[in-house]
């Protein structure tokens, strides 16, 4: 069993336990899986983003919305990735939200590709664990089941690998239990990093966090309790702090690197964007305003799968 890190073990015991972390390398991602944004929609309130100031459902513009969705599939297929696109399902209006219905892992035992799929929180999105389960042992995916009764871990809304480290970064809050988490990193062997979701804007980590490489990590300082950031701070040696009303208006670290250098992120994040090309990193600006109004950009937006037998 690998290691569980957090506050719990008191602060300075768990910068420590981090800085004597010895982890296993990963296989680089080789696929992306979408889903088709035919049946996107706002119907429900199910997080903080989805309603307006004036407590009305937000409203979605469906043709706007595929022309973005078309981009952000076009901008990883000029990376090189192979994208996978999942049909969508009637009544299913955050399906095309796919990071958060499987956890995507390369198995301990051979290397396979594997994804562990999810048990989610709100009955609104119960039926996207099966059926991306369906559409990913089709395309010769492993897939992993959770328990009868397993407590809720929504897929990569809240469980980010270290680029190529196999360590875990896990969000406790509105969408993910700790025991969720806990399995999770444990079918993959991964130790794992456990922070505190405390604010409803930021209902899931993939959402305040983006690990850009292994020593690089975008991050909304807002969003994370003190001694959270002393544990961010212990596994990114620099932390690049997304520049204050970034992080909720926009949705800026919500943004996606699935190659070190590249950064595909939301092009309304404009003080972001000059940041990361400081650093030198090359931002892909992507229109996801329509998105943004239900909760997700970019980084909610896939699914990637690393390499191996699938």
């Not at 199910?46 to 043709?63: C, E, F, P, S, Y």
């Not at 990071?99 to 999810?118: E, K, R």
């Amino acid at each position: 069993m690998q290691p569980v890190i957090d506050i719990q073990l008191g602060v300075d015991r768990a910068v420590d336990a981090l800085r004597c972390l010895v982890t296993t390398t990963l296989p680089p991602w080789s696929s992306v899986v979408l889903v088709d944004p035919e049946y996107f929609d706002v119907q429900w309130a199910i997080n903080a983003h989805m309603r307006t100031a004036d407590g009305a459902l937000q409203k979605i513009d469906r043709v706007l919305a595929r022309q973005q969705w078309s981009a952000l599939r076009a901008a990883y297929e000029r990376l090189g990735f192979r994208t996978l696109v999942m049909p969508a399902h009637a009544g299913l209006c955050d399906q095309v939200f796919c990071a958060n219905p499987a956890f995507p892992f390369s198995a301990p035992q051979g290397g396979a590709s594997t994804v562990l799929l999810s048990a989610m929180r709100h009955a609104e999105r119960a039926a996207e664990p099966g059926l991306m389960g369906e559409f990913l042992r089709a395309q010769g995916v492993q897939v992993v089941l959770r328990a009868e009764g397993a407590t809720a871990q929504e897929g990569n809304g809240d469980l980010l690998f270290v680029p190529g480290r196999n360590v875990l970064l896990g969000g406790i809050g509105p969408r993910s239990e700790r025991s969720g988490l806990i399995e999770a990193a444990a079918a993959a062997d991964a130790p794992l990093v456990l922070f505190r979701l405390e604010q409803p804007d930021y209902y899931h980590l993939d959402t305040c966090v983006a690990p850009l490489n292994a020593r690089t990590a975008l991050f909304v300082p807002e969003a994370f309790l003190p001694e959270d950031l002393r544990l961010l701070a212990a596994l990114f040696p620099k932390l690049l702090p997304v520049p204050e009303g970034e992080g909720r208006s926009v949705m800026a670290a919500n943004a996606h690197s699935p190659d070190g250098r590249n950064v595909l992120i939301d092009a309304a994040a404009c003080a972001t964007r000059q940041l990361l090309a400081a650093e030198g990193f090359e931002p892909v600006p992507l229109d996801t305003s329509e998105f943004r109004k239900a909760g997700g950009s970019v980084f909610c937006m896939k699914l990637m799968l690393f390499a191996g037998r699938a």
